[in-house]
């Protein structure tokens, strides 16, 4: 296993603004390569190789906050404590591995000297406590892949999950009381060479998923949520509720279903559609915060955006919109009375999209700008999304508006270079 260590210290100026606490919600963003302002737009200049995180307020008010720069290199591989407090971020050499920026002390170091985030081929993404306090990390040890916690300042560093099986995909609990994962211990107990049951590396092929686990952080007790096999993340719906789906057409699965597996009663069951025109394949799913409904894309005989209860009745459906597979991405407001639809990757060939509980068009806006990858603030005043403008050679922006979807304002529209929303910090 790399070793954990903290070297490569460095001071970062930031406000107080930050440092004593996020007050209310921030859009972070990355702009990589910015241009000289002051020279003619239509000369082109070399890349800065450099890219920078900017915090701002969604109104605009108080401009955006630098807040760290980095090499180009580490794209979006930059994770944010919810409440704004800590920074996590990947560098590549020189001096490359995981670094943690202590928000509140103003001080950046690195942690684990890695050579990438990818650990026996699984992209795993650190997670942060809500808090900000714990980072829990996927990493490679000398047979198998453990769950790591470290705090903020980088001390008490330990294994949580010391089973010889491959554990990855850490995601906690909103309250912080517990910790999903996925895990192929189910499969493979142990790939420690001579302990019961355990997996020969020399024959046996390395796993690229598992089952749901999750761990109670107090008691260190840990629950299979179920028997199914994922290879891809689950997410936690609220503190009860983990969702989850089952098969991936990239790989030949003919179908693609959605579980919903409850923490507290150890029940997972399948969600789908009751009635005869159920789809094979649901993509792109987004689920309310109080669990009572999902939007996903329904990929069958016909192709729709359908809205779905959790008892598989269906609420509301529109073939309005037409995405590509997984070309999708819905965001749903806190109180669950608003979901915002766009596209991904730049791909989106809507304007903004808004739609209440009952899938009634709200916002049914004109591109440009587009929307791409919505999302809504913790407070539910305002969602935050990428707009693409084909009037500027496909320029990217980050936008802010209400949250009905109206009174867009441009963040970025004074920068150059290349945008990526990340997505919100504070409460």
Known sequence: ???????????????????????????????????DQTGNPLTPQPPTNLQTLYFAPPDNSAGRIPVLEMPAGTEDQVFLAPNGSAIAYFKPDPA???????????????????????????????????????????????YDMDIFILNRDSTGARSVTPQGSYEFWPAWSP??????????????????????????????????????????????????????????PPRWINNRLVAFAVGDPAFGDPERALWVADVISGRARSVRMNDSAAPALYLSEA?????????????GATSEIVLMNANGSVLGRTSELTFARFGMAAAWSPDSTRIAIGGVDGQCPYGVRVLDENFTF??????PPSMCNPVYSPNGAWVAFTGVSPRVDGRVDVYAANSSGFSAVNLTGVLRGQIKLLGWVGR
């Open 1 to 35: 296993m790399t070793g954990f260590i903290f070297d490569n210290l460095q001071i970062v100026d930031l406000p107080n603004s930050l440092r004593q606490g996020i007050a209310s919600p921030l859009i972070a963003y990355i702009n990589q390569n910015d241009r």
């Open 96 to 142: 490359g591995g995981l670094y943690i920026l202590n928000v509140e002390l103003g001080v950046s170091g690195r942690v684990l000297p890695l050579a990438s985030m990818v650990q026996r081929g699984i992209y795993s993404r650190p997670a942060w406590s809500p808090n900000g306090d714990q980072l829990a990390i996927a990493l490679a040890t000398g």
């Open 175 to 232: 309250d912080g009381r517990h910790l999903l994962f996925v895990s192929d211990r189910p499969r493979c107990p142990s790939w420690i060479p001579g302990e019961p049951g355990a997996c020969d590396a020399l024959v046996d092929a390395p796993p690229t998923g598992g089952s749901p686990f999750v761990l109670e952080l107090a008691t260190g007790a840990v629950t299979q949520l179920s028997d199914q096999w994922l290879t891809e």
């Open 287 to 299: 689920w309310s915060p109080d669990g009572n409904a999902v939007v996903f894309q329904s990929a």
């Open 362 to 367: 709200i916002a049914r806006g004109n591109a």
